[in-house]
Antibody, heavy 116, light 110 residues
Framework: EVQLVESGGGLVQPGGSMRLSCAAS????????MSWVRQAPGKGLEWVSG????????YYADSVKGRFTISRDNSKNTLYLQMNSLRVADTAVYYC?????????WGQGTLVTVSS | QSALTQPASVSGSPGQSITISCTGT?????????VSWYQQHPGKAPKVMIY???NRPSGVSNRFSGSKSGNTASLTISGLQAEDEADYYC??????????FGGGTKLTVL
């Protein structure tokens, strides 16, 4: 059974940093592209970032480019999202998902709140 | 990258069929067959219902079907059931090597 478990969310002040993790199991992690998708409270889904299976190729939404960095450690079956220069508008539930062309499996999400 | 356009809400009675549209541009929906549809119940994670325009993952009911014409993709749900009441989102790959979602459609089963 595929499992994706996000962690690392919480409360951070504007301008601060936070790193999210996503522990994966139940599939060949190194062969799968991965994505981060977020959902602000009461709002729709927003694709944030994607990474190839090897980690060599990364992709970002304009809203986070230059502030967020996606990475992965295939030896630990773990996906990361380093978030810097956080803004109030980044407040959301952050989901990791298997895939890029389609998002096949999703984690349950971790809430990031950016507030002073 | 602008969000894809979906109706804010649709409704139907049990047993009826409904269709949700998803309109993009020639830089996303119109140029790639990487359109997918996601169902989200309140407080839950999204679930893929259709991928690559019209493919259904194993375990998804054949009451769900997808199609595309030009810059517009569509999700059709036939034989509506109470459990289908949820938010639905379309998503497409884009020419910028990113993905974009639609604004979401709330489906109400009357």
């Amino acid at each position: 059974e595929v499992q994706l478990v996000e962690s690392g969310g919480g409360l951070v002040q504007p301008g601060g940093s936070m790193r999210l993790s996503c522990a994966a199991s139940g599939f060949t992690f190194s062969s799968s592209a991965m994505s981060w998708v977020r959902q602000a409270p009461g709002k729709g889904l927003e694709w944030v970032s994607g990474v190839s299976g090897s980690g060599a190729s990364t992709y970002y939404a304009d809203s986070v480019k230059g502030r967020f960095t996606i990475s992965r450690d295939n030896s630990k079956n773990t996906l990361y999202l380093q978030m810097n220069s956080l803004r109030v508008a980044d407040t959301a539930v952050y989901y990791c998902a298997e895939g890029f062309w389609s998002l096949v499996h999703w984690g349950q999400g971790t809430l990031v709140t950016v507030s002073s | 990258q602008s969000a894809l356009t979906q109706p804010a809400s649709v409704s139907g009675s049990p047993g009826q069929s409904i269709t949700i549209s998803c309109t993009g541009t020639s830089s996303d929906v119109g140029d790639y067959n990487y359109v997918s549809w996601y169902q989200q119940h309140p407080g839950k994670a999204p679930k893929v219902m259709i991928y690559d325009v019209s493919n259904r993952p194993s375990g998804v009911s054949n009451r769900f079907s997808g199609s595309k014409s030009g810059n517009t993709a569509s999700l059709t749900i036939s034989g509506l059931q109470a459990e289908d009441e949820a938010d639905y989102y379309c998503s497409s790959y884009t020419s910028s090597s990113t993905r974009v979602f639609g604004g979401g459609t709330k489906l109400t089963v009357l």
